[in-house]
Each structure stands twice: as C-alpha cells, then as structure tokens.
C-alpha cells in the first residue's frame, strides 16, 4: 500500500513525504529537546513511512545516543572498536584509503537471533557531492511479487550468515565468528511486530541460502527475491547534508549506501535499536 492510499498518521509533526511509497522528512523538530509526545509521534510516523529524515540537527554523541535510547535498547556492534568511548556508535567513514562497501540493498544485523528495530544514523562530514542512501520499502515488494511467488515462499526458512560480509571486514575467519553468531535462521516472510503487516525479510549481504531447499534453486529464489528491492518505485532517495539524520524500521525497509564518491570522506555515526526475534503469522 502506498502511503497515498494509506491513512496519515495521526501527530502534531510537520510532515513531508519523499515518495508516495516510502520516507518523509520530519521538519521544525529539535531531537536534542525531546519529549514524550514527540518520541511517540515519531515512532508513528517511522511505522508509516519506514524511514524518516531530519535536517539541521547538531546534536552531540550523547545526544544522539540519548535519542535513540527513547525507542528501546540499544545494540553494540561487533565493528566497534574494542576501546571506543561511547560503545553503542558505529562510525562509518570512508576517504581515499577506504573505499565504501555498503552499496547493496541489506537489511541490518539480520544474522543476529533478533535484529535490530532500527537505526539512527547522523551525518558528520560529506563528499561535495554523491554518497546518498537509497531505501526500498519491503512490505511492498513482498505485495509486488506473483501469486506463485508467495506461495513458494511463505513459512519457508532461509539462513543469515555473518561471515558474508564481516569475516573480511573484521580479517576473521567463518568459524571464529560463527563462535559469537552463529548462522540464524529467520522467515523469508516476516510479520511487522507493531503494524501486522508482511515483508520480505532476505537480503543480499547476510542472507546464505533457503533452509531445505537444493542449492541452485534456493540461488535462483533468492536472486529474484533480491531484485524486488530495486525497483524504483518502491524506493526513496536521501541526498544528505551535514546535521542531517536518518531513522529507519529496518523490519520493514531495506537499504542502499550509494559509494560514488570517492576518493572523498563520507563520515557518519550510527546508534541502533535492539529489536525482537523475527516471526511469520500465517493468519496476519
């Protein structure tokens, strides 16, 4: 359903949509004066839109930090360095010694036994120009796939591997990191815990393979699952600005960190939302 045809949430927030399926930028707030009413107008508006997006908030790390703490617990990233102050922000920054690799459609920390709910992510330093971050709404790529499609895949189990993108990242062999996280196993179909609606919940980062099902098939299955994320209409496009912030419900949204600037410095700092164990309600 598009976000022209569903109702508006009901908030006291100036409100701007990006597209007529996903995003919104919230205007004329102040996250670092936050109170009760707007934490839940937020909240309500993010279950709508699956991302929303604030200009010109200069808030500090623990600010930030704060902020998110308003929306649960919040996560430690195994990325983190060991001794970094402020443990719960994931910096992400590439230049001209590193190259950024977040440019395929994921969907965050799913080889965890519950991902996450959220993150919020704060712009530090730009590119003058490229480095944006692209968002698919994947309740309605889940409504765009065939009759057949949907059926093949509901109640069937697919595998989420850390070791896909971190072992490299974190020079770490398979087997090491699988004795921290091991490979969870989490429904192709999720049901959103707050709204009740369905999404596709694979990705091409972490997801492995279907559960029970011949390896070239399960490739097949899941390269054309893939590809529901990129098809324009179900995506929005942030071009970001120093101060700028992004919170997405990352149980219904995807995401794609667009590495066309470099040599450049993209810097960001990211703090997530622990989330709930993945579930799939065949009467939902």
Not at 41 to 64: C, G, M, P, S, W
Not at 100 to 128: C, F, Y
Not at 133 to 151: C, G, P, R, V
Request: overall charge negative.
């Amino acid at each position: 359903m598009s976000m022209s045809q569903a109702q508006e949430p009901s908030t006291s927030l100036h409100i701007r949509p990006l597209t007529p399926t996903i995003g919104a930028e919230i205007l004329d707030v102040d996250l670092a004066r936050f109170d009760a009413q707007m934490i839940a107008d937020i909240r309500a508006t993010l279950l709508d839109y699956k991302v929303v997006f604030f200009r010109d908030q200069n808030l500090t790390r623990a600010e930030h930090i704060a902020f998110a703490r308003q929306f649960g617990d919040l996560e430690i990233h195994p990325a983190t360095p060991k001794d970094q102050e402020d443990p719960e922000v994931l910096r992400i920054v590439h230049g001209p010694d590193s190259r950024g690799s977040e440019n395929m459609w994921h969907s965050d920390v799913t080889w965890r036994e519950k991902p996450s709910l959220g993150s919020i992510l704060r712009a530090l330093e730009l590119p003058p120009v490229g480095g944006d971050t692209l968002f698919a709404n994947m309740e309605m790529a889940y409504e765009n796939l065939s009759d057949e499609i949907k059926q093949k895949i509901e109640g069937k189990i697919a595998v989420h591997d850390i070791s896909r993108v971190f072992a490299k990242r974190l020079n770490k062999k398979p087997e090491e990191l699988h004795e921290l996280y091991p490979p969870m196993e989490h429904p192709m179909v999720r049901t959103h815990p707050e709204t009740g609606r369905r999404a596709l919940y694979v990705n091409g980062a972490f997801t492995s393979h279907v559960k029970d099902m011949e390896p070239q098939e399960s490739a097949d299955l899941l390269a054309e699952l893939y590809r529901s994320a990129s098809n324009p209409e179900v995506q929005c496009r942030f071009r970001w600005e120093v101060g700028s912030m992004a919170f997405w419900d990352n149980r219904a949204s995807q995401h794609f960190a667009a590495s066309d600037y470099f040599p450049h410095v993209r810097a960001m700092e990211r703090v997530t939302i622990a989330g709930d164990r993945p579930f799939f309600d065949p009467a939902a």
